[in-house]
C-alpha cells in the first residue's frame, strides 16, 4: 500500500502537497469487478465503528448512489427516528475506471467541503488480471487550521493521517475483493 502526500493535480482543482492523500492497493479482481464492489458493495467493505462511521455498532449502512449526482450518505436509526448524514454527492462517473465524489464530514460548515478520487487501473500478473485501485483525498488546504477533523495536526502529519485512514479503509477492500 502506498501512502503519499505528492501526486498529480486533478485539472478540476491544483493542490498542494499538504492538500492531498493517495492510497494505492492491487487487488486480485479485473477492474470492472473492482468498481463494482468499491461502489454497489461499499456497505460490505466500509469499516464500522466511531473512526469510520456515525451510527453506533452496526446499526447503519453506508450507500453510494450510482450516478453522477448520486449521494454517498449513511443511514442508521436511533430513538428519535431515521437519520440521514449525506457524506458526498458523485461528480464523476465513469465505470470502471474512475470515480469522484465530494466530502464532507459530518462536523464541516455547509461551505467546507473536499474530493476523493478514485482510480481503477488493471495490471497483469503472472497468473491473470488484477487493478491498481487508487484513491486521491484532496482538497484539505481550504480546512482551516484549528477545524476538528485535523485532531490538531497539520502539513505532512494530517495528510499522513488521512492517509492512513484511508488506507485502513483500502484494506478491508482487499480483503472483499478476495471472497
Do not use: Y
Not at 31 to 38: D, S, T, V
Not at 139 to 147: E, K, L, M, Q, V
Amino acid at each position: 500500500m502506498s501512502n503519499t502526500a505528492l501526486g498529480d493535480a486533478s485539472p478540476e482543482r491544483p493542490t498542494l502537497a499538504s492538500d492531498q492523500a493517495t492510497v494505492t492497493i492491487t487487488v486480485a479482481v479485473e477492474p470492472k469487478e473492482a468498481f463494482r464492489l468499491f461502489t454497489e458493495e461499499i456497505e460490505s467493505w466500509w469499516r464500522r465503528g466511531p473512526r469510520f462511521r456515525h451510527a453506533a455498532g452496526d446499526s447503519g449502512i453506508i450507500c453510494l448512489e450510482p450516478r453522477i449526482g448520486g449521494r454517498v450518505f449513511e443511514s442508521f436509526t436511533t430513538t428519535a427516528g431515521e437519520t440521514i448524514i449525506e457524506i458526498g454527492q458523485v461528480k464523476i462517473w465513469e465505470p470502471p475506471s474512475r470515480l469522484m465524489f465530494n466530502w464532507r464530514a459530518a462536523n464541516f460548515a455547509s461551505t467546507d467541503s473536499t474530493e476523493v478520487e478514485v482510480l481503477f487501473q488493471a495490471v497483469h500478473f503472472s497468473n491473470g488480471t488484477g487493478t491498481r485501485v487508487t484513491v486521491v483525498h484532496r482538497g484539505w488546504a481550504g480546512t482551516r487550521s484549528d477545524h476538528p477533523a485535523r485532531h490538531g495536526l497539520q502539513g505532512a502529519a494530517f495528510i499522513r493521517m488521512i492517509g492512513l485512514w484511508w488506507g485502513d479503509q483500502m484494506g478491508t477492500l482487499r480483503v472483499r475483493c478476495t471472497r
